[in-house]
């Protein structure tokens, strides 16, 4: 039995679509009593000390690091305190919210955050207008910018961000930057999109701050000429979606690059990197780290450092350290960021899906108990690191592993979307199992471009998994090669979820057609990756649905 699995969110219906913007309710404030002018003050007033506090705490890099090294739990409160302030605030300040606390609560006012009804796309972006979920319903200022997210799980939908929040969000970039990749000569060499996505100008022009900056975009000859051009007497850093930076390092491999004469760094996001890609990538980076966003929210809600990267390690090889802090049948394996819940503060739900608010008052449309749709839990560093301790070899190798990124700010690990499953024989096949699957160990690897999963339905009406490879731009491999490679990329997914699935081990065991897993090797840009986010290498999208071409 096979199927693709869709998550509901809240009361919302899946089939649902978001209305035409000139569909969108578009609530005005109105005028406000005498009790809600003085409680907006207040509320005000209070919102923008926390936010000045918080902005004075990271006005320089240096100084935005000496927080993170030093957050203490009591700080926890005051951020959940902020978070409630934000949402009552914007229940008098923000026409959209006003109106939508009214539709899901009639007069029922919230006393604490948990009352205060949980934000989506659909039932909040997709309903509203982009003024009417301002600040006071006025959209039009200067500085304002407008981002548009990549469109990768359906229409694409608009993001705008006021000044002081684009500096606020500069500000903790270059901080993070300059703790995880120190160097007296940085460099960086910005391979996001620069089109009209978050990501890649916010990326740039952060980066500024601390840098010398190309933004090339996702282009490999310009990136490989800039390396060549400029030599190897700075430290760079290339960010740039996971794919993305496998197919610079094939790239630079096939022409003979001369990468030990060279110090180059990765920074990552857009989406979960595994284990196997990092350690394929680190065959030629010094390092490469990831971060967590989302064009919903914000860039840089999270982010990796030494002890996050070999704490997910661990976890993947010490079953004790796993169960205290994943639980007992937790199988999957998620990334792990720092994050700062004075600035984000996140929450989840009984549903074990992340809700985040951004506390800061400076965010032109307030994001409050946003559910982007990622299942995650979160624990205090200083629980982690107590359980840790509790093992001397274990602790002795984590205090290696932190070196001098040493942060003590709460820990976010993230197992990514559910929407991106296929159960098969009673065990969920995640994308992130698949390319551990594709590249550990593979001598193969080099001439995989991207993969997606896909169904594909039998003569007796079984269906079985598909993973559908689609090569390298230039590789050229005959007949018997690509069965060489399929053989592989297949034994090494079969013998992956065998060993981090009882559920799908269990099945091998009990049912030997369970092992009837596909692949299909593609040429560049044929088969399903023809149609896939319209021909775009820069961001995969790993679920097919329906039978591949």
Same mark, same amino acid.
């Given at each position: 039995?096979?199927?693709?699995?869709?998550?509901?969110?809240?009361?919302?219906?899946?089939?649902?679509?978001?209305?035409?913007?000139?569909?969108?309710?578009?609530?005005?404030?109105?005028?406000?009593?005498?009790?809600?002018?003085?409680?907006?003050?207040?509320?005000?007033?209070?919102?923008?000390?926390?936010?000045?506090?918080?902005?004075?705490?990271?006005?320089?890099?240096?100084?935005?690091?000496?927080?993170?090294?030093?957050?203490?739990?009591?700080?926890?409160?005051?951020?959940?305190?902020?978070?409630?302030?934000?949402?009552?605030?914007?229940?008098?300040?923000?026409?959209?919210?006003?109106?939508?606390?009214?539709?899901?609560?009639?007069?029922?006012?919230?006393?604490?955050?948990?009352?205060?009804?949980?934000?989506?796309?659909?039932?909040?972006?997709?309903?509203?207008?982009?003024?009417?979920?301002?600040?006071?319903?006025?959209?039009?200022?200067?500085?304002?910018?407008?981002?548009?997210?990549?469109?990768?799980?359906?229409?694409?939908?608009?993001?705008?961000?006021?000044?002081?929040?684009?500096?606020?969000?500069?500000?903790?970039?270059?901080?993070?930057?300059?703790?995880?990749?120190?160097?007296?000569?940085?460099?960086?060499?910005?391979?996001?999109?620069?089109?009209?996505?978050?990501?890649?100008?916010?990326?740039?022009?952060?980066?500024?701050?601390?840098?010398?900056?190309?933004?090339?975009?996702?282009?490999?000859?310009?990136?490989?000429?800039?390396?060549?051009?400029?030599?190897?007497?700075?430290?760079?850093?290339?960010?740039?979606?996971?794919?993305?930076?496998?197919?610079?390092?094939?790239?630079?491999?096939?022409?003979?690059?001369?990468?030990?004469?060279?110090?180059?760094?990765?920074?990552?996001?857009?989406?979960?990197?595994? $284990?196997?890609? *990092?350690?394929?990538? !680190? /065959?030629?980076? %010094?390092?490469? +780290?990831?971060?967590? @966003?989302?064009?919903?929210?914000?860039?840089?809600?999270?982010?990796?450092?030494?002890?996050?990267?070999?704490?997910?390690?661990?976890?993947?090889?010490?079953?004790?350290?796993?169960?205290?802090?994943?639980?007992?049948?937790?199988?999957?394996?998620?990334?792990?960021?720092?994050?700062?819940?004075?600035?984000?503060?996140?929450?989840?739900?009984?549903?074990?899906?992340?809700?985040?608010?951004?506390?800061?008052?400076?965010?032109?449309?307030?994001?409050?108990?946003?559910?982007?749709?990622?299942?995650?839990?979160?624990?205090?560093?200083?629980?982690?690191? $107590?359980?840790? *301790?509790?093992?001397? !070899? /274990?602790?002795? %190798?984590?205090? +290696?592993?932190?070196? @001098?990124?040493?942060?003590?700010?709460?820990?976010?690990?993230?197992?990514?979307?559910?929407?991106?499953?296929?159960?098969?024989?009673?065990?969920?096949?995640?994308?992130?199992?698949?390319?551990?699957?594709?590249?550990?160990?593979?001598?193969?690897?080099?001439?995989?471009?991207?993969?997606?999963?896909?169904?594909?339905?039998?003569?007796?009406?079984?269906?079985?998994?598909?993973?559908?490879?689609?090569?390298?731009?230039?590789?050229?491999?005959?007949?018997?090669?690509?069965?060489?490679?399929?053989?592989?990329?297949?034994?090494?997914?079969?013998?992956?979820?065998?060993?981090?699935?009882?559920?799908?081990?269990?099945?091998?065991?009990?049912?030997?057609?369970? @092992?009837?897993?596909?692949?299909?090797?593609?040429?560049?840009?044929?088969?399903?990756?023809?149609?896939?986010?319209?021909?775009?290498?820069?961001?995969?999208?790993?679920?097919?649905?329906?039978?591949?071409?």
């Amino acid at each position: 039995m096979v199927a693709i699995t869709e998550r509901r969110t809240g009361q919302e219906t899946p089939s649902a679509s978001a209305p035409e913007p000139w569909q969108r309710t578009a609530p005005r404030l109105g005028p406000l009593t005498p009790r809600e002018r003085w409680r907006r003050a207040r509320l005000q007033a209070y919102s923008w000390l926390l936010t000045g506090v918080y902005r004075g705490a990271s006005i320089h890099p240096a100084v935005w690091r000496f927080v993170a090294r030093c957050y203490h739990p009591a700080f926890d409160r005051l951020a959940a305190r902020h978070a409630r302030v934000a949402c009552e605030f914007a229940a008098v300040d923000v026409p959209a919210y006003r109106d939508f606390l009214r539709r899901r609560l009639g007069g029922t006012r919230p006393r604490r955050l948990a009352d205060f009804p949980e934000m989506t796309k659909l039932g909040y972006v997709g309903v509203y207008d982009e003024a009417s979920r301002c600040q006071e319903g006025r959209l039009h200022r200067a500085g304002v910018v407008v981002d548009e997210s990549s469109g990768s799980t359906g229409r694409p939908y608009n993001w705008v961000r006021g000044p002081r929040e684009l500096k606020g969000i500069y500000r903790n970039a270059a901080g993070y930057i300059q703790l995880v990749f120190p160097g007296d000569r940085l460099f960086v060499i910005n391979g996001y999109s620069m089109g009209a996505w978050a990501t890649g100008t916010t990326t740039g022009t952060a980066m500024a701050r601390i840098a010398m900056v190309k933004n090339t975009g996702p282009d490999l000859e310009k990136i490989v000429d800039t390396l060549r051009h400029f030599g190897p007497g700075y430290d760079y850093v290339i960010t740039a979606y996971p794919p993305f930076l496998k197919h610079l390092q094939d790239r630079l491999d096939a022409i003979g690059f001369p990468w030990e004469r060279y110090r180059i760094r990765g920074m990552v996001g857009g989406e979960a990197m595994t $284990e196997a890609l *990092r350690a394929y990538l !680190e /065959r030629r980076f %010094e390092e490469v +780290r990831s971060a967590y @966003g989302a064009s919903d929210l914000t860039i840089g809600m999270g982010a990796e450092t030494g002890f996050t990267v070999w704490l997910r390690r661990r976890l993947a090889t010490d079953a004790g350290l796993r169960r205290e802090l994943l639980g007992e049948d937790e199988q999957r394996l998620p990334m792990i960021f720092h994050y700062n819940p004075l600035e984000t503060y996140l929450e989840v739900n009984e549903r074990g899906e992340l809700l985040c608010t951004i506390n800061s008052k400076t965010c032109l449309q307030p994001k409050l108990r946003y559910n982007v749709g990622d299942e995650a839990l979160l624990h205090s560093y200083a629980k982690v690191k $107590e359980i840790v *301790r509790r093992d001397p !070899e /274990r602790w002795a %190798e984590c205090r +290696r592993a932190m070196a @001098g990124e040493r942060m003590s700010l709460p820990l976010l690990f993230l197992f990514g979307r559910a929407d991106s499953t296929v159960s098969y024989m009673g065990a969920n096949l995640y994308p992130q199992d698949v390319e551990y699957g594709l590249y550990e160990g593979n001598p193969y690897a080099a001439h995989i471009a991207r993969f997606c999963m896909s169904l594909e339905e039998q003569p007796d009406l079984e269906a079985r998994p598909v993973v559908n490879i689609e090569l390298r731009d230039g590789a050229r491999l005959d007949e018997p090669a690509v069965r060489l490679l399929a053989d592989t990329c297949r034994r090494g997914v079969l013998d992956h979820l065998a060993s981090v699935s009882r559920d799908f081990a269990a099945s091998l065991k009990e049912d030997p057609s369970a @092992g009837d897993l596909r692949v299909r090797v593609h040429a560049a840009g044929e088969g399903p990756f023809a149609a896939l986010a319209g021909g775009s290498r820069i961001k995969n999208t790993y679920l097919v649905k329906g039978r591949a071409a």
